[in-house]
């Protein structure tokens, strides 16, 4: 457990991989340690308790020492370092979702809040809950087991093992729907590596009940953020749905047929042949994609929330980047509420942000939930109808493999070229774009050098966090109810 002052409590120690308390493996060990819900938790939960995120490091990735080696060589290093950290087939049998709830939310300081933001994983989400003062919390998670002899060509057999994986983590965790989602595009060789499984909970944990029964305010509101992303779908069973290819990859579903160029290098660069690739199962209609939220879990926490007396405020967002730019037209005007100026931004991709250093030094964050052309393309368009920006700093995130669909270093520029006096992409994130990944605490690194602008604006009512998703919903398409 971290407390409040951030050093390490008593409860839920680890040994060995496992929870202390014998009910299965430590929930550090079962969640992907580069998922963006496990790094959104680990951000919000330091910048709550005015700490940055200067101690979070790599995720599974091609490190940039390796940016000039043979693609072959950058593929065995990112298969070898994602198999570090995955779990073995007979540990899939000791995954305890209960305690992977108590584990995230026994990261967050032992106070009261006055609210709390739930839902899909989005960087824009977290920004939103840190400007409120309240935690946030994913309605799943993600973990990574071992697949021997996989290839990212082969969805089929990707499929057939996550299956036996599956009745393995459903036998121990009945309330929850794995979502199995084979995507060289977003994955890269890890694709071929690692079985990727999103575990979304059926109805609201325990923990969760708990943890907000205990900390919220009397009458504090709820926010159940919902990404409503459609894709493919093959219901592969009890509990069990397989998905190829992701909205995540910036591509379309059309795109990972076998006939699809964008597919053919797609698996060139991952490592597999197109000749091999098979034309993904799937049940009917399109689907929620892999970050949605189970219907189970809204309908527990809406009557939870009506029984305790919190209203429940949900908003469903079409696109990551509806949200983000409704979250940064927020915080401009959160920011000039409190005398500051409102007109200096940075442009956070991925898995590089840093919440406190945003609040401390009055930044507007607009997040990028990755370095796809489209993601690129809806950035520059909100800016081009906004009102302009003193400065722009960006960072963006190195996916670790060459896409069709990834945004050229010349986008991410226009992008700073907003800027009115200053314009900064930085040069660390891009010397090895787009295949060398580099960590978290390079955006801390760079906003620490932003002049400080303290002190922080009074938490954001959430009153106000709702008039303003309500007043950008029409235009973004989001909507609130």
């Not at 043979?70 to 994602?82: Q, S």
């Not at 907000?212 to 159940?224: I, N």
């Not at 994609?289 to 219907?295: Q, R, T």
Request: aromatic share 6%; net charge positive.
């Amino acid at each position: 457990m971290v407390s409040e002052r951030g050093r390490p409590g008593p409860a839920h120690t680890v040994r060995g991989g496992h929870a202390a308390d014998g009910l299965g493996l430590a929930g550090d060990r079962v969640v992907v340690a580069g998922s963006t819900g496990r790094l959104l938790v680990a951000a919000a939960a330091r910048a709550l308790r005015g700490e940055d995120c200067a101690d979070l490091g790599h995720h599974p990735g091609t490190p940039a020492r390796f940016t000039g080696a043979p693609e072959p060589v950058r593929r065995a290093v990112a298969a070898r370092a994602a198999g570090r950290t995955a779990l073995t087939p007979d540990q899939a049998t000791e995954v305890d979702a209960a305690g992977v709830a108590r584990w995230l939310v026994d990261q967050y300081p032992r106070r009261s809040y006055p609210g709390a933001v739930l839902g899909s994983p989005h960087g824009a989400a977290m920004h939103l809950a840190v400007a409120m003062g309240v935690p946030w919390l994913p309605a799943a998670f993600e973990t990574a087991v071992h697949w021997t002899r996989g290839a990212v060509d082969r969805p089929g057999a990707a499929l057939e093992h996550g299956a036996a994986l599956t009745t393995r983590l459903l036998a121990g965790n009945p309330d929850v729907h794995v979502r199995q989602v084979h995507c060289p595009a977003s994955r890269g060789p890890l694709a071929g590596a690692t079985v990727w499984l999103a575990l979304r909970w059926r109805s609201l944990p325990a923990a969760y009940a708990r943890f907000l029964a205990d900390r919220l305010d009397p009458g504090a509101p709820v926010l159940l953020l919902r990404d409503a992303r459609t894709w493919p779908v093959y219901d592969a069973g009890p509990g069990h749905s397989f998905q190829a290819g992701s909205p995540v990859s910036g591509l379309d579903p059309a795109d990972f047929h076998p006939d699809s160029h964008a597919l053919r290098q797609v698996l060139r660069s991952a490592g597999g042949d197109g000749a091999r690739w098979e034309s993904p199962r799937i049940s009917g209609p399109q689907d929620h994609a892999e970050h949605a939220v189970e219907p189970g879990f809204e309908l527990s926490l809406r009557d939870w929330a009506a029984r305790r007396g919190h209203p429940l405020h949900r908003v469903l967002s079409p696109r990551p980047e509806a949200l983000s730019a409704v979250i940064a037209d927020l915080y401009r005007t959160w920011l000039r509420r409190a005398g500051k100026t409102g007109d200096r931004l940075v442009v956070e991709c991925g898995r590089l942000l840093d919440p406190w250093q945003v609040v401390r030094a009055g930044l507007v964050p607009y997040w990028c939930e990755n370095a796809a052309r489209r993601s690129v393309e809806a950035v520059e368009w909100w800016l081009a109808g906004s009102e302009p920006f003193s400065s722009v700093d960006v960072l963006p995130e190195s996916p670790g493999l060459r896409s069709p669909a990834l945004a050229g270093l010349p986008q991410w520029l226009a992008v700073a070229a907003f800027g009115r006096r200053r314009r900064a992409l930085d040069r660390t994130a891009a010397r090895g774009y787009p295949v060398a990944s580099v960590p978290t605490r390079r955006a801390t690194e760079v906003l620490r050098a932003q002049p400080y602008d303290l002190p922080a604006p009074p938490p954001l009512p959430a009153a106000a966090a709702v008039a303003a998703l309500r007043a950008g919903a029409a235009h973004q398409g989001l909507v609130v109810c």
